[in-house]
């Protein structure tokens, strides 16, 4: 059923039936200053006047205000309506948009307005479309790579489940990096991420990496949601089996009381562990801290990961 004219639709229809989970006042080294800078507004207004969405604004990403300060934004394709219903996510959940057809050239015009040696490019999840999505994410690389040969692209994808040969189509258009989330351990995937199935995420990444073995591949999970030390560690060995490259770790935050609580706030100290124990564990680049998020300082470490697979190989040269 439609909303009535005035009426704003609930951004989490499904959630609306669950008790609340109070917001905890959060520690202060995880506190972050409101975006106010002219370069956040300017940026801010190009997403608009090309009717994108950023899952920086939709994810509500407490980066936000410092990555658009730096004209930093990560796209997010095909529309702004996720057809999963995540406990941990932001983005709104229920009927999708339309696939806009302008949406691959105005991300290559965002992309050139800005000048982003090293772009990210995410999307909601698709399960309503036959490939998930995965044409519109290769018309973006396309026309990304005519209007800026130059920039790097990092693809951050759904998990195209039941989608036979979107993972190849993908793959086939060539960027820079392929990303995709594992979030959380295992064990809480039925409670926090109920619509994915873990070994199937798993499997994506391996597979990317076997179609086009010069290809970067990522993954990133939270923490704080009630996962053991021993579960994190687990999930670093199956990236590892799987040779994903690079590793981010950051702290879950509570969007809103309807979505799974923080058990905890994981302590700086502790982050710096979990890099060391992942690095130990032979990825190439771990990005691990309290604000760390799958596209915050991308550009800076894709850099450093193409440098470290280069002296990788240069050691093991004959």
């Given at each position: 059923?439609?909303?009535?004219?005035?009426?704003?639709?609930?951004?989490?229809?499904?959630?609306?039936?669950?008790?609340?989970?109070?917001?905890?006042?959060?520690?202060?080294?995880?506190?972050?200053?409101?975006?106010?800078?002219?370069?956040?507004?300017?940026?801010?207004?190009?997403?608009?006047?090309?009717?994108?969405?950023?899952?920086?604004?939709?994810?509500?990403?407490?980066?936000?205000?410092?990555c658009w300060a730096k004209g930093h934004a990560t796209v997010m394709i095909l529309g702004a309506v996720c057809t999963r219903a995540c406990a941990f996510?932001?983005?709104?959940?229920?009927?999708?948009?339309?696939?806009?057809?302008?949406?691959?050239?105005?991300?290559?015009?965002?992309?050139?307005?800005?000048?982003?040696?090293?772009?990210?490019?995410?999307?909601?999840?698709?399960?309503?479309?036959?490939d998930g999505g995965a044409e519109q994410f290769v018309q973006v690389i396309r026309r990304i790579r005519a209007a800026a040969p130059d920039t790097t692209?990092?693809?951050?994808?759904?998990?195209?489940?039941?989608?036979?040969?979107?993972?190849?189509?993908?793959?086939?258009?060539?960027?820079?990096?392929?990303?995709?989330?594992?979030?959380?351990?295992?064990?809480?995937?039925?409670?926090?991420?109920?619509?994915?199935?873990?070994?199937?995420?798993?499997?994506?990444?391996?597979?990317?990496?076997?179609?086009?073995?010069?290809?970067?591949?990522?993954?990133?999970?939270?923490?704080?949601?009630?996962?053991?030390?021993?579960?994190?560690?687990?999930?670093?060995?199956?990236?590892?089996?799987?040779?994903?490259?690079?590793?981010?770790?950051?702290?879950?935050?509570?969007?809103?009381?309807?979505?799974?609580?923080?058990?905890?706030?994981?302590?700086?100290?502790?982050?710096?562990?979990?890099?060391?124990?992942?690095?130990?564990?032979?990825?190439?680049?771990?990005?691990?801290?309290?604000?760390?998020?799958?596209?915050?300082?991308?550009?800076?470490?894709?850099?450093?990961?193409?440098?470290?697979?280069?002296?990788?190989?240069?050691?093991?040269?004959?």
């Amino acid at each position: 059923m439609s909303t009535p004219p005035g009426v704003t639709a609930p951004r989490h229809p499904e959630k609306l039936g669950k008790p609340d989970n109070p917001i905890g006042r959060k520690p202060a080294w995880i506190r972050v200053k409101a975006p106010v800078s002219a370069e956040y507004h300017a940026t801010r207004k190009l997403m608009r006047d090309l009717s994108l969405h950023t899952v920086c604004e939709e994810a509500a990403c407490p980066n936000i205000g410092e990555c658009w300060a730096k004209g930093h934004a990560t796209v997010m394709i095909l529309g702004a309506v996720c057809t999963r219903a995540c406990a941990f996510c932001n983005v709104a959940t229920g009927r999708p948009d339309q696939l806009d057809p302008h949406e691959p050239e105005n991300v290559a015009r965002a992309v050139g307005t800005l000048g982003l040696s090293h772009v990210v490019v995410t999307s909601v999840d698709r399960d309503d479309l036959p490939d998930g999505g995965a044409e519109q994410f290769v018309q973006v690389i396309r026309r990304i790579r005519a209007a800026a040969p130059d920039t790097t692209i990092e693809v951050l994808t759904p998990d195209f489940l039941r989608k036979d040969g979107a993972i190849e189509a993908v793959v086939r258009a060539k960027p820079d990096v392929y990303n995709h989330n594992l979030e959380t351990v295992p064990r809480l995937y039925a409670a926090i991420r109920p619509g994915a199935r873990y070994f199937h995420s798993l499997r994506l990444l391996d597979q990317a990496k076997r179609l086009d073995p010069s290809l970067f591949t990522k993954s990133g999970i939270m923490v704080g949601l009630g996962e053991t030390r021993e579960e994190v560690l687990q999930v670093m060995d199956d990236l590892r089996t799987a040779d994903v490259d690079f590793l981010t770790i950051g702290q879950y935050l509570q969007p809103t009381p309807k979505h799974a609580a923080v058990a905890r706030f994981v302590t700086p100290e502790e982050f710096d562990s979990y890099r060391a124990q992942a690095l130990a564990k032979g990825f190439l680049q771990v990005s691990a801290s309290p604000l760390t998020r799958s596209s915050y300082h991308a550009g800076d470490d894709f850099r450093a990961l193409r440098a470290a697979r280069a002296a990788k190989l240069a050691a093991t040269a004959p």
